[in-house]
C-alpha cells in the first residue's frame, strides 16, 4: 500500500514530441505528488509537484495531471528537447510525515 | 546556492568493512536523509533526520546506522559491510515541517567487494 507503480521504465521521444510518465499509488494518505528530475552523475532535483486538491499544475513545458478518484498522476512533457533527456521520478508523501515513497523512475531519452 | 555535500564521489570496500558515508549541507536546514537508488527499484528511504541527534528509521535501515551529531553533518554507517550493500547513495536535506522540498547531493557509487 505504501508504493508508487511508475511507467513506463523507460522512453524514447522525438525532438518536439510529447513525453508522458505515469504513476499510479493506492494509499489515500498521500497529500503531496512531487516530480523530480536526475541528470547523469547528479542527485535529484524537483521539477514540479502537485497536491490532490487540483487537477492540474503547469510549470512552462511541465504538466502533472492528477486524478484522485483513480489515484493516478502523469507528467507531460510538451514540445521535449533533447536537454529533457534524463531520468523522471514520480513521488509521493503520506500526511504528515517527513517521507516521501518514490517511483521506480522513467529514463528518458529524447531524439534530436 | 545551496548545497548538499557527500565526501565520496566513488567509494571500493571489502566485505565486513565498516563504511562511513558523509553528507554536509550549508542551508540550515533540519532534515538530512539518507536513501539508497538502485536500478528498477527507484529512491529507498534508509534513514531520516528531523533535529540534531534525532533520527527515525526509513523503509530499509537494515544493516545501517546513522549519526547527526551537528545540524549540518549527517553520516550514514555501514556496521559490516555486504556486497548486497553495493549501491548509489544518495543525501538529501530539507527545511523543517512536511512536504518540502528535498535538495539532493550527487551521490556516493559504494562497491562491496
Known amino acids: 500500500q505504501q508504493q508508487v507503480k511508475q511507467s513506463p521504465q523507460s522512453l524514447i521521444v522525438q525532438k518536439g514530441g510529447i513525453s508522458i510518465i505515469n504513476c499510479a499509488y493506492e494509499n489515500t494518505a498521500f497529500d503531496y505528488f512531487p516530480w523530480y528530475q536526475q541528470f547523469p552523475g547528479k542527485g535529484p532535483a524537483l521539477l514540479i509537484a502537485?497536491?490532490?486538491?487540483?487537477s492540474e499544475k503547469k510549470e512552462g513545458r511541465f504538466t502533472i495531471s492528477f486524478n484522485k478518484s483513480a489515484k493516478q498522476f502523469s507528467l507531460h512533457i510538451m514540445d521535449s528537447q533533447p536537454g529533457d533527456s534524463a531520468t523522471y521520478f514520480c513521488a509521493a508523501s503520506p500526511s504528515g510525515t517527513y517521507k516521501y515513497i518514490f517511483g521506480t523512475g522513467t529514463r528518458l531519452k529524447v531524439l534530436a | 546556492d545551496v548545497k548538499v555535500t557527500q565526501s565520496s564521489r566513488y567509494l571500493v570496500k571489502r566485505t565486513g568493512e565498516k563504511v562511513f558515508l558523509e553528507c554536509v549541507q550549508d542551508m540550515d536546514h533540519e532534515n538530512m536523509f539518507w536513501y539508497r537508488q538502485d536500478p528498477g527499484l527507484g529512491l529507498r528511504l534508509i534513514y531520516f533526520s528531523y533535529d540534531v541527534k534525532m533520527k527515525e528509521k526509513g523503509d530499509i535501515p537494515e544493516g545501517y546506522s546513522v549519526s547527526r551529531e551537528k545540524k549540518e553533518r549527517f553520516s550514514l554507517i555501514l556496521e559490516s559491510a555486504s556486497t548486497n550493500q553495493t549501491s548509489m547513495y544518495l543525501c538529501?536535506?530539507?527545511?523543517?515541517?512536511?512536504?518540502?522540498?528535498?535538495?539532493f547531493g550527487s551521490g556516493t557509487q559504494l562497491s562491496v567487494l
Open positions: 502537485i497536491r490532490p486538491d487540483v
Open positions: 538529501a536535506s530539507s527545511l523543517i515541517g512536511f512536504n518540502e522540498k528535498l535538495f
